[in-house]
T-cell receptor, first 110, second 116 residues
Framework: QQPVQSPQAVILREGEDAVINCSSS?????VHWYRQKHGEAPVFLMI?????EQKGHDKISASFNEKKQQSSLYLTASQLSYSGTYFC???????????FGGGTRVLVKP | GAVVSQHPSWVICKSGTSVKIECRSL??????MFWYRQFPKQSLMLMAT?????????EQGVEKDKFLINHASLTLSTLTVTSAHPEDSSFYIC????????????FGPGTRLTVT
């Protein structure tokens, strides 16, 4: 079953923050986050494993609450390069098959 | 990061013909490769999971006789769209996985298929 992402779209000014949520109705083993720019392949951002971990890369970080079966991606002090569509991919077990959410379109304006 | 290539990057074919798309992992051995289909402004829909040397596992609703997948080596998987029709027009993306753990999937650049 496809995880639910919210919001569907967000418009930011450069330097502003945003949060993207990814919720599943099923227990999760891991959550993967990717960013895709128009006409290009998705680019890996990070993986979070069950255990309630948090991760960060530059000013993009994420958390995973396995009890709530949800993950959040935090865009801090957004840059123009952060524009794109963000997808979460969830894994129910260590079988490496991902089910992707509907995506969140992010537009960062100068 | 690891590099995955796809060929061709775009193809236009006539209805009724078959099209083959190649997916290669260039600098690592991919135990598993995945094939996705993506419609404009929509999510990635998994079509099938391909393991080297064995038959692909297709997702529900995906016709295995129409979308033939072959994973002959640890660096190459192919998707053949047989008897293509205009409704098969889409963006097809492959990804490769090293296997053995919660590693990321490395995506290819995608192939834009247009069936006229």
């Amino acid at each position: 079953q496809q995880p639910v992402q919210s919001p569907q779209a967000v418009i930011l000014r450069e330097g502003e923050d945003a949060v993207i949520n990814c919720s599943s109705s099923k227990a999760l083993y891991s959550v993967h986050w990717y960013r895709q720019k128009h006409g290009e392949a998705p680019v890996f951002l990070m993986i979070l494993l069950k255990g309630g971990e948090q991760k960060g890369h530059d000013k993009i970080s994420a958390s995973f609450n396995e009890k709530k079966q949800q993950s959040s991606l935090y865009l801090t002090a957004s840059q123009l390069s952060y524009s794109g569509t963000y997808f979460c991919g969830t894994e129910k077990a260590a079988g490496n098959k991902l089910t992707f959410g509907g995506g969140t379109r992010v537009l960062v304006k100068p | 990061g690891a590099v995955v290539s796809q060929h061709p990057s775009w193809v236009i074919c006539k209805s009724g013909t078959s099209v083959k798309i190649e997916c290669r992992s260039l600098d690592f051995q991919a135990t598993t490769m995945f094939w996705y289909r993506q419609f404009p402004k929509q999510s990635l829909m998994l079509m099938a999971t391909s393991n080297e040397g064995s038959k692909a596992t297709y997702e529900q609703g995906v016709e295995k006789d129409k979308f033939l997948i072959n994973h002959a080596s640890l660096t190459l998987s192919t998707l053949t769209v047989t008897s293509a029709h205009p409704e098969d027009s889409s963006f097809y993306i492959c990804s490769a996985h090293r296997g053995g753990g919660p590693y990321e999937q490395y995506f290819g650049p995608g192939t834009r298929l247009t069936v006229t």
